[in-house]
């Protein structure tokens, strides 16, 4: 048996970008800044930040790039994948990123004029198994993760 699982916390650090594969499959990826606070030497606390792209795909990718934008926190479940590719000086290179089963939205969008007692309808997740862009789970239901 083996396992390949990653869970995330953290803001998105670029607005989603969305693509299609030749077959019509949506894909999207962003960027997403996980901050790691630790005591420096100095005993003063600061942010060591890690980077991960992440990417969603099908139904789930077209909810990431409707409800989604830089700066929003985000809840990320996927697995670690390799990619292998030669870069523009001809040399092999490696990247890692995350392939998203789940994605939650923790916060809400930032929008003028918006009912803060109306429902967003960025407040939530599209699963593995895509449900048409609905929100699968809500905000609400990352205090019943049992972290």
């Known amino acids: 048996m083996s396992l390949n699982q990653i869970l995330l916390i953290g803001r998105a650090g670029t607005d989603p970008q969305m693509r299609y594969t ?3 499959t949506a894909v999207t990826d962003f960027r997403l800044a996980v901050n790691n606070p630790s005591r420096g030497q100095d005993g003063e606390w600061k942010d060591n930040t890690e980077w991960f792209t992440v990417t969603a795909w099908d139904k789930q990718a077209e909810s990431v ?3 989604l934008a830089k700066g929003r926190r985000v809840f990320v479940e996927g697995r670690l ?6 870069g523009n000086d001809g040399q092999q290179r490696t990247s890692l990123e995350i392939r998203a089963f789940r994605v939650i939205f923790l916060d809400r969008p930032e929008v003028q004029g918006d009912d803060s007692n109306a429902p967003s ?3 939530g997740a599209v ?3 895509g449900n048409g862009g609905e929100p699968a789970s809500s905000a609400e239901d990352v205090e019943e993760l049992p972290w």
């Open 65 to 67: 790039n409707q409800y």
């Open 22 to 24: 030749p077959s019509g």
């Open 127 to 129: 699963g593995p198994s």
């Open 121 to 123: 309808p960025g407040r």
């Open 81 to 86: 994948s390799t990619n292998t590719f030669t």
